[in-house]
């Protein structure tokens, strides 16, 4: 039980265009999920928090602008990095919220902007 | 602020027995999490933490002591595919994960 997809794994492309991440809690409902970002040799580093049916908080120098994350279900996030820079390119992972306040880690995306 | 300290990385030998400390200073704490993560995977969930005293788990075991904001994670019976990062986290409003400890499992 308590597994969280990721879609896609990898996603390779250029400055300026828009990538779109898919989190899926696949057998538990997640009122809330989690996104972050894992640069290497660095722990993780959460952006935002996302519930179910309302706006995503985003943690303290994350632009919501830029990432933008939508949680239309109760086992669906998505984050859209817009307009992305090489800066930008690193894992990301996401988690889905369980019993007794676990997360369940998504496999991550690792993104690459040339 | 809030801090989590945990060492750089460790070396142990298979078969025996290894534990893992962190130290952490938050501001509000409803848990503590130990997370295993392998070279370009996403964290896995090992142990849940939020009364002090040990959560023992097959071969990995979790330590708790609020009053000393420390935890420690033992791992037993050491095999090669031990071999990973682990992940000390603290539940305060948000998850926060401390840098992260390599354990090299060596034969």
């Known amino acids: 039980g308590a597994v969280v997809s990721q879609h896609p794994s990898w996603v390779i492309c250029k400055s300026g265009t828009s990538v779109k991440i898919e989190c899926r809690s696949l057998?538990?409902?997640?009122?809330?999920m989690f996104w972050y970002r894992q640069f290497p040799k660095q722990s993780l580093m959460l952006m935002a928090t996302?519930?179910?049916?309302?706006?995503?908080?985003?943690e303290q120098g994350v632009e919501k602008d830029k990432f933008l994350i939508n949680h239309a279900s109760l086992t669906l996030s998505t984050l859209t990095v817009t307009s992305a820079h090489p800066e930008d390119s690193s894992f990301y992972i996401c988690?889905?919220?369980?019993?007794?306040?676990?997360?369940?880690f998504g496999p991550g995306t690792r993104l690459l902007v040339l | 602020g809030q801090n989590i300290d945990q060492p750089t990385e460790m070396t142990a030998t298979e078969g025996a027995i290894v534990q893992i400390n962190c130290t952490y200073q938050?501001?509000?704490?409803?848990?503590l999490f130990w997370y295993q993560q392998h070279a370009g995977e996403a964290p896995t969930f090992l142990s849940y933490?939020?009364?002090?005293g040990l959560e023992e788990k097959g071969r990995f075991s979790s330590f708790l002591s609020r009053s000393k904001g420390y935890s420690y994670l033992l791992l037993k019976e050491l095999q090669m595919k031990d071999s990973a990062s682990y992940l000390c986290?603290?539940?305060?409003?948000?998850?926060?994960f401390g840098q992260g400890t390599e354990l090299s499992v060596k034969p």
């Open positions: 996302s519930n179910e049916g309302s706006k995503a908080t985003y």
């Open positions: 986290a603290v539940l305060a409003g948000k998850l926060i």
């Open positions: 938050t501001s509000g704490f409803n848990g």
């Open positions: 933490n939020v009364l002090d």
């Open positions: 057998d538990f409902q997640a009122t809330t």
């Open positions: 988690s889905a919220q369980g019993t007794l306040e676990t997360q369940y």
